[in-house]
């Protein structure tokens, strides 16, 4: 069995839908993969030690954000920065194959900004993005990137 580790924060239910989507989609296109994932709201919340990751995984991270236009003026992240501090707990960055950003199109030049804030500090690709709680295509092409990056056949 190939295992697919996916680590990510759901604040408004919209990111833990998609990836449920995701999980569906991939396992039932190949029965031989395992998904494993880990929502750093859930540890959190629950008071869990984040885990350090011996394995490569792919992030999903929704945009939530204050001030500015994060362009000419700053923006400050507010809400999804437990997944900065498990990036940087014990390095678990580095594992990190790439980040997957969402937000809400009605932001303009804010969508999706914080996953490329992350691919920069960090210094992984941003993979894609999608809007929201995610379309059809977005979960198709998304899984299909993901695969791909993991070798696994869909």
Known sequence: MQQLNIVYISLSGNTEYFIKQIEEYLTHKNNN???KSIN???LVKEN???PK???TFVAFL?????GGNGVENGVREILTTPLRTFLTYNDNYKKCCG?????????SKQFCLTAY???????????DEFELRGTVEDVERISKK????FNLEV
């Open 99 to 107: 980040i997957i950003g969402s937000g809400n199109r009605n932001f």
């Open 48 to 50: 869990i030690d984040f």
């Open 33 to 35: 993969i395992s998904i």
């Open 53 to 55: 990751m011996n394995d």
């Open 62 to 66: 929704p945009s939530y954000l204050e």
């Open 40 to 42: 750093i709201k859930q």
């Open 117 to 127: 804030q992350y691919s920069e500090q960090f210094g992984f690709p941003v993979l």
């Open 146 to 149: 993901i695969a791909r990056l």
